[in-house]
């Protein structure tokens, strides 16, 4: 591993910032220098990883997720955005919630977000314990400056996962419509479908977006959404995907 160290200004030159810009980010922890005698440093891969990190940010992220869940031999996704296990995903959920708590008009609901954002990881990793299709885990990734957030998994997604308590349930888009409007009860742990229940109470009453798609139904929620329109869609996605926009 490169562990050449670089000075800030070389940085600030490397990323096409100011300098004081880079103090900010330090001292906000988005990206943290290291002090030598009260002067602030970097490790340049670290440097050249925030670079790859932009680049992809800069793209569609939608875009990335939709390829890699439609991709019949998909590889894991960048570390950037890949959560093997639901420890990665919890600490990458509360980093997410620093992040978003400073934006300009979410000072009362970014709490709402990271809790949607948190059930639809924790219903992947819930939901498809022992049970993977072939990569495990969750694709999380977010873009601050568009506001949206992007989860998907390659699981076996909503109707597998409801045939447990509902065998008779025969469609992607009779589930999808159970797991958003109805309570299922059962025993521990085949409780399911409640997370996106409470997933549609937030954003139904708040100025947030989600698109949802299992298998091959799709769903849009907004605020003021009453019934759910669910879409019979032609191509089939293994697993789940989700889009959030606030």
């Known amino acids: 591993m490169n562990q050449k160290i670089i000075s800030i200004g070389k940085v600030a030159k490397k990323l096409n910032i100011s300098i004081d810009t880079l103090r900010r980010w330090d001292k906000s922890g988005r990206f943290s220098a290291i002090r030598k005698s009260g002067k602030r440093f970097y490790r340049e891969s670290d440097v050249d990883e925030l670079i790859k990190q932009e680049t992809i940010l800069s793209s569609d992220l939608f875009k990335t997720v939709l390829d890699w869940i439609s991709d019949s031999a998909p ?118 479908g409640n997370g996106l229940k409470f997933v549609k109470k937030i954003v139904t009453t708040n100025n947030f977006k989600l698109f949802f798609r299992t298998g091959s139904a799709e769903l849009n929620l907004q605020r003021g959404t009453t019934d759910l329109h669910i879409k019979k869609e032609k191509n089939y996605l293994q697993g789940c995907i989700a889009l959030i926009n606030f």
Not at 105 to 124: D, M, Q, R
Not at 146 to 173: F, I, N, Y
């Open 75 to 192: 590889l894991e996704p960048e570390s950037l955005f890949y959560c093997p296990n639901s420890l990665v995903f919890q600490s990458r959920v509360m980093k997410f919630e620093k992040n978003i708590s400073h934006l300009i008009g979410l000072e009362k609901t970014f709490p709402l977000i990271s809790a949607i954002v948190g059930e639809i990881g924790n219903n992947s990793f819930d939901h498809n314990l022992g049970n993977w299709t072939d990569i495990p885990g969750v694709f999380f990734g977010y873009d601050l400056n568009k506001r949206e957030v992007v989860l998907a998994d390659r699981g076996q997604g909503v109707l597998k996962t409801l045939q447990r308590v509902r065998p008779q349930l025969s469609s992607d888009e009779q589930a999808l419509k159970v797991a958003f409007s109805e309570i299922i009860s059962g025993r521990a742990p085949e409780a399911r």
